[in-house]
């Protein structure tokens, strides 16, 4: 059965995008009308019997390098069936090569650029085609990419630094997992057998040496519990926070969490200001600026948050109002965008925005990862050091009661 991309309006006047299966685009207008919706767009993506193609993810670096060279090329009068020919055979990796070969095909073809695109969503997101539809009306193409390809590479630079910061803690923190489970799993049973072997009684036994002991004896005997326990536990999460109300959940606790909660907010108010800032700047209607917004500032939160914003905007309302109310916005960033909108340059509001968030994060990053390396190492050395006291500590008993038993037989 053939597959379409549709767009739609709904009761309340919000456009809704989607793929359906239908026997012709003649059914699914139809499907959408006795709904009530307003079908304003209906395109095919398959037709019937065509299987589909599946490409895998690109990575953002590479595609902040090819729209640099794309909008040099459309800079400088290149056609886009030659921009992306030649873009298809230089670029290094596979997924892209395959993807840019298929939209060249189509553009060939009589699609457009942004439409041609809207058929990988997994590669170029709301944000990626919005762009390029608003340079296509406008007329201003390569302005567009190199608006995308700043804005890539902005993101690029700020998910670099977040895993660079990141790095240390981690390596510390797996092999202090690493020491403890091999102290566990291999000294403290060969540990337990000495003891055993010195006549020591489990009643004779220190209470942490027990723990110890215990917890040796499940990781070698009964390693399997645990393991499936952790795999259970993990699909359970997954399953979780795939609904909506779990994911609602879990990105509620993402801003709550000590510590990291503030980073996180940080970097969704810095992905909100930027994305907001490129499409205003390149053209694109506040209401559908704000919709890509929502699905791409990496929080359901926030995102409800930008949502109930974009509808009472329709309705008349000032953008700060909502922002100030949903109380994730801090009173800086209302302040600037009410500024910004009383004076026509929102769209430059909004890059100073992303620029402080930026550098926020990046010294927030900076504080953290000093703070947490002497944290993570004195807890390695509080770790290590309980098990090899509660290890000795039934050597005491043991030199106690010999230096008994020696006191005895001089007394006799």
Not at 143 to 159: G, I, P, T, Y
Request: contains cysteine; positive net charge.
């Amino acid at each position: 059965m053939p597959v379409y991309s549709y767009t739609f309006r709904d009761a309340s006047g919000g456009t809704q995008k989607g793929t359906a299966e239908a026997e012709n685009e003649d059914v699914l207008r139809k499907r959408f009308e006795e709904q009530g919706f307003t079908v304003t767009e209906v395109t095919m993506i398959r037709a019937r019997g065509e299987k589909k193609k599946r490409y895998g993810k690109v990575k953002l670096s590479n595609l902040s390098v090819f729209c640099r060279q794309f909008s040099t090329m459309v800079d400088a009068g290149v056609s886009l069936v030659r921009c992306l020919d030649v873009l298809s055979q230089q670029t290094q990796d596979t997924r892209l090569k395959r993807i840019l070969i298929d939209v060249g095909e189509r553009v060939e073809g009589g699609e457009s650029l942004s439409r041609a695109m809207q058929r990988h969503p997994r590669t170029f997101s709301n944000l990626f085609i919005g762009l390029v539809r608003a340079g296509e009306i406008g007329g201003v193409l390569e302005e567009s990419l190199q608006r995308l390809a700043h804005f890539l590479e902005k993101d690029v630079e700020l998910r670099r630094k977040v895993k660079s910061a990141m790095t240390y803690p981690v390596l510390v923190a797996v092999m202090a997992t690493g020491i403890t489970l091999f102290l566990v799993y291999w000294f403290v049973p060969q540990w337990a057998k000495i003891l055993v072997d010195l006549g020591l009684k489990s009643d004779d036994i220190p209470a942490p040496t027990q723990f110890l002991i215990d917890a040796a004896d499940i990781l070698v005997n009964k390693w399997w519990v645990i393991l499936l326990s952790i795999i259970f536990i993990l699909v359970a999460w997954k399953l979780f926070v795939s609904t909506r109300f779990g994911r609602r959940v879990a990105d509620r606790l993402k801003l709550k969490v000590p510590v990291f909660g503030k980073l996180h907010h940080k970097i969704c108010l810095a992905r909100f200001s930027r994305t907001m800032g490129t499409l205003l700047t390149s053209g694109v209607p506040i209401l559908q600026a704000m919709e890509t917004v929502a699905g791409t500032v990496g929080n359901t939160i926030m995102s409800d948050a930008v949502m109930e914003a974009r509808a009472r905007i329709r309705e008349g309302d000032r953008i700060g109002d909502p922002l100030e109310a949903s109380k994730l916005f801090p009173p800086m960033v209302v302040h600037m965008i009410g500024v910004g909108e009383e004076s026509g340059s929102l769209d430059f509001m909004l890059q100073k925005i992303a620029d402080f968030y930026e550098s926020e994060v990046e010294a927030t990053l900076a504080s953290l990862t000093a703070a947490l390396e002497p944290i993570m190492i004195v807890s390695l050395g509080f770790v290590v050091g309980f098990i090899v006291i509660s290890m000795f500590l039934p050597l005491v008993k043991v030199i106690e009661s010999l230096s008994t038993g020696g006191v005895e037989l001089r007394g006799l």
